[in-house]
């Protein structure tokens, strides 16, 4: 193979659309291109185009006149240290990362080379980008020419002067998200005085579209254009007095103000460690408190629902594919939204959805092999991810080999007392026999929990789970059904083998502590909590969740839960995404905020992290909650996401502190955490307005963990509109 002229490290959405319009616009032939990716399949992919396929980040660079670094901001900390090994000073590097400066990559890669910093958008997708490209010296123009080749191939390319990268940001880099937040306000004024909504989106889209044409193609200011459009005394100069009489001009500056700000914070917080400092992995980037609790108490979860998510198909169709191996491909979107632990819906053989299991001793076939698996986990591990797995103990599926024998050899079979039978009745599928199903579902298969050689089969298969795939806890179906005394001897096996293995359990209703005590589980989901927040933001009534908070973990004695570590969750693949339970979805960030500031393990379902939707509708199957996402997507709220999950991990009162409510209204919630004289405030406003308390009990200086800054405090907060604030109370 020979030299190369452009590499790309990354291959995501961006870099595929880089490279879409490079080798379309006749600018570079396939051959001459480069590629590195962890996702094998992408790589397969782009093999079979024609490119040119590494297997490290070395060999590229090595192999490539110029490298284009396509990888989130979070990631440039590992990457840097394997661009550095196959680089030299005549190499021209691209970067596309927002808040990563030009000081960060050549401190990381050792030298004082050529570079070229650009700020695209996602309209480049299209072919429609516009990109802002800044040259840093030692780079030529002839270097910065090849680097606008590159993005003028997919839209239009502008030099702008090194020192205001930063702030070129919300002129091309956010501005997209503005100009469809102005488009969506349009749509949805339409739809609320009559006008169809896809009429309305079809006519605000092309008008947009028409808009920047003028823009670009007429000599005309936008204010010249401005008043083309507005006639003396007519409807639009009344909505343009509309728009300046509620602070639309002032709300754009401080918008882009705010872009600018958190890029300045994104550049400090990835600033290269010294070599002494760096850190082995991505997950000990940020070293957290030191604390003698249990490993999942202070974990912040992530839930995946494999047979969705790998895109499986629904039935078993007894073809062998590996499909997990797609987990490891998340493995750095799930650090960047600040999980380190992941809760495994099943995965064993099933005849269809999983919790209808037909082998408890291998991978379900449509996921893959036990090897597969193990890789996963192994993968998963080695970036400090802890791993849970359901446990269906309750029933099994109907394809159950024990069950398939008992239907087979009847009353002679060896299994028969595995299961609830009566030989003189006849069950919905028409078997000859009946058997005691799983709440009306006779499609699953109860199973008798108290037959010692079923707890026997059972306990040998967690024993082997352990040992094949590593796993760390084991989360318990229907829970608040299942055999106490199975929950107790399982108690004691597993604690036997590893005292922090985590046991937690799925409990819908009733008295938690039945079910989470010192003989049986550690934690159960907390449903009680999950509907509350919801709830207490769609009905503009915070009480709700305060009195469940009140109620679970407050001050005084009587309260149920104190010093447990409840499973918080504001949706997971039993109920509708909480970014379609929401009448606004300016609450999702409040939402995620009070999950992440009250006592609990908070737990993020796959995709719900950037607001992904889906409706459970009664009497069809939950497939729309359980959907295949090609790849992760970020947005804001992933990222605010990713702060509440650092800010909780860091700060032990948020861990394990106490509850105390200090402040409430209608929209307004704040609360204090403490422990071991570390105390947190936890503010709440979900109105769309600016909220100043009434003067609460404390005073002093405080730590916005939410800013990182401090604030002088007078007694009284000033809370943004759909907003949650940490304050820790130095």
Not at 216 to 241: F, Y
Not at 698 to 714: A, H, Q, V
Request: glycine fraction near 8%.
């Amino acid at each position: 193979m020979g030299q190369l002229r452009l590499g790309f490290i990354g291959i995501g959405n961006m870099a595929t659309a880089i490279i879409g319009g490079a080798v379309k616009s006749g600018q570079f032939l396939a051959s001459e291109i480069g590629i590195f990716d962890i996702n094998e399949e992408k790589l397969k992919d782009f093999t079979s185009r024609g490119f040119a396929a590494f297997s490290s980040i070395k060999e590229l660079v090595c192999a490539c006149d110029a490298v284009l670094i396509s990888v989130k901001p979070q990631n440039f900390p590992q990457v840097l240290p394997e661009i550095k090994e196959g680089m030299s000073s005549d190499k021209l590097l691209i970067s596309i990362a927002a808040g990563i400066t030009a000081d960060i990559i050549k401190n990381g890669v050792g030298c004082d080379c050529k570079l070229v910093l650009a700020m695209p958008n996602t309209p480049l997708l299209l072919g429609c980008g516009a990109t802002a490209l800044s040259l840093i010296p030692p780079a030529t123009q002839q270097d910065f020419d090849f680097a606008k080749k590159i993005f003028a191939s997919a839209g239009v390319a502008a030099q702008i002067s090194p020192d205001k990268m930063k702030e070129i940001i919300p002129v091309n880099g956010s501005s997209p998200a503005f100009f469809y937040y102005f488009a969506k306000t349009i749509i949805e004024s339409a739809v609320k005085m009559g006008i169809d909504a896809e009429t309305a989106k079809l006519l605000v889209a092309q008008t947009m579209l028409g808009s920047a044409r003028m823009l670009m193609e007429s000599d005309k200011t936008p204010q010249e254009l401005i008043d083309m459009v507005c006639s003396p005394g007519g409807a639009t100069l009344a909505g343009m007095k509309a728009l300046d009489d509620n602070g639309f001009t002032t709300a754009i500056a401080a918008a882009s103000e705010a872009c600018v700000k958190r890029a300045s914070e994104l550049a400090a917080q990835n600033s290269m460690p010294t070599p002494a400092e760096k850190p082995a992995t991505f997950a000990e980037k940020e070293a957290r408190p030191q604390s003698d609790r249990p490993w999942y108490e202070e974990s912040a979860f992530y839930q995946i629902y494999p047979i969705g998510f790998c895109g499986a198909p629904l039935q078993n169709d007894g073809v062998l594919q590996n499909r997990i191996g797609k987990v490891s491909s998340w493995i750095s979107h799930m650090l960047d939204t600040g999980v380190d632990a992941i809760y495994f819906s099943p995965v064993f053989e099933s005849d269809s959805h999983g919790y209808d299991t037909r082998d408890y001793s291998k991978i379900d076939c449509r996921l893959g092999t036990n090897q597969d698996f193990a890789k996963v986990c192994t993968d998963l591990h080695s970036k400090g991810i802890h791993v849970v797995i359901d446990g269906v103990f309750n029933h099994v599926g109907r394809g159950f080999w024990a069950f398939q024998d008992l239907l087979k050899n009847r009353q002679d079979s060896q299994y028969r007392d595995w299961f609830y039978i009566d030989f003189n009745r006849n069950g919905n599928f028409n078997d000859g026999l009946w058997y005691e199903g799983w709440e009306g579902h006779f499609e699953l298969v109860k199973l008798n929990l108290d037959n010692p050689k079923v707890r026997e089969h059972l306990f040998g298969c967690i024993r082997g789970w352990i040992d094949e795939f590593n796993i760390d806890g084991l989360r318990l179906d229907v829970a608040y059904m299942l055999n106490q005394n199975f929950m107790r001897e399982l108690h004691v096996f597993v604690k036997g083998i590893r005292q922090d293995f985590f046991l937690l359990g799925e409990a819908i209703h009733g008295d938690y502590n039945r079910i989470v005590n010192d003989e049986m589980l550690d934690s159960c989901t907390n449903y009680e909590c999950y509907k509350g927040i919801y709830s207490s933001l769609n009905d503009r009534n915070m009480f709700e969740i305060a009195h469940s908070l009140n109620r679970q973990f407050g001050p005084e004695q009587w309260t149920s839960y104190k010093g447990k570590h409840l499973f918080n969750f504001v949706d997971n693949h039993d109920v509708s995404r909480i970014a379609s339970v929401l009448k606004d979805d300016r609450h999702l960030m409040p939402a995620y905020g009070l999950m992440f500031g009250m006592p609990g393990i908070p737990c993020v379902y796959y995709g719900s992290e950037w607001g992904a939707t889906g409706e459970k509708i009664k009497g069809a199957d939950d497939a729309p909650l359980r959907p295949c996402f090609d790849e992760p997507r970020e947005n804001p709220l992933t990222q605010r996401i990713a702060d509440f999950s650092y800010i909780r991990s860091h700060n032990l009162a948020l861990c394990h502190g106490s509850y105390r409510q200090v402040y409430i209204t209608n929209l307004q919630l704040v609360f204090e955490r403490e422990y071991n004289g570390n105390r947190v405030l936890v503010a709440i406003n979900a109105d769309s307005q600016l909220h100043t308390t009434k003067v609460l009990p404390t005073s002093g200086k405080m730590f916005d963990l939410t800013r990182g800054d401090y604030i002088e405090f007078g007694g009284a907060l000033t809370l943004a509109p759909y907003s949650c604030t940490f304050l820790r109370c130095d």
